[in-house]
């Protein structure tokens, strides 16, 4: 079975700076997606950023951009320019037939 | 009106009562997923439907059955609630193209006293 690990269970950030999230997955698969969602205190779950395996460009959006590195199954989130609406807990995710997630960052955003 | 509704928002039951918890959409998806999060564990499947006549177990179903009463509803039951059923539940959809992804709910929280 597919398996997301996040390493880092809370991280810290100053505001307007940079912070780098991590998370790895192990697969046999080499069609599949990748995602980061947010989850403020609302605990509403919102997609961030997706990337698919097939493409070697990373995707951005705005301030939120990935580093894909396929051979070693890595997907991290790079935040620039932090706000502090960013501090929300952040989920990795893979998916394929279904969505499997890792266990979350809690990311604190220090004004 | 949101895409995924889930009721309740919240609920306490007891230990060894029954609760459904709804989640309806309007996004015409016909893929339905359940979730449960719980700190440090992070989001795992319960169950999921791809179609109406298409029900299979995740990886957490023990405890739990569902019924997909339309394309639009799903819903979770917990036939005797105990408290290490406590976490938040998550509704989502998808559509068949796998290369998107899901359509959250906003959660239930229930806790099993």
């Known amino acids: 079975a597919q398996t997301v690990t996040q390493s880092q269970p809370e991280m810290s950030v100053q505001e307007a700076e940079t912070v780098t999230l991590s998370c790895t997955y192990d697969t046999s698969e080499s069609d599949y997606y990748l995602f980061w969602y947010k989850q403020p205190p609302s605990r509403q779950m919102i997609l961030v950023i997706r990337?698919?395996?097939?493409?070697?460009q990373n995707a951005t959006e705005n301030r939120f951009s990935v580093n894909f590195q396929k051979a070693a199954k890595s997907f991290s989130l790079k935040i620039s320019d932090s706000q502090l609406g960013d501090a929300a807990m952040y989920f990795c995710a893979y998916r394929d037939n279904d969505m499997r997630f890792g266990a979350g960052t809690r990311l604190t955003v220090k004004p | 009106d949101a895409d995924v509704t889930q009721t309740p928002r919240n609920r306490i039951t007891k230990t060894g009562k029954r609760i459904m918890l709804e989640c309806s959409q309007t996004k015409g998806h016909d893929r339905m997923y359940w979730y449960r999060q719980d700190p440090g564990l992070g989001l795992r499947l319960i169950y999921y439907?791809?179609?109406?006549?298409?029900?299979n177990k995740g990886e957490i179903s023990d405890g739990y059955s569902v019924s997909r009463q339309a394309q639009a509803k799903f819903s979770l039951s917990l036939e005797s609630a105990i408290p290490n059923q406590t976490a938040l539940y998550f509704c989502?959809?998808?559509?068949?193209?796998?290369?998107?992804?899901?359509?959250f709910g906003s959660g239930t929280r229930l806790t099993v006293v």
């Open positions: 990337q698919e395996a097939y493409k070697q």
């Open positions: 439907s791809f179609d109406v006549k298409d029900i």
């Open positions: 989502a959809t998808s559509d068949w193209d796998t290369s998107y992804g899901y359509t």
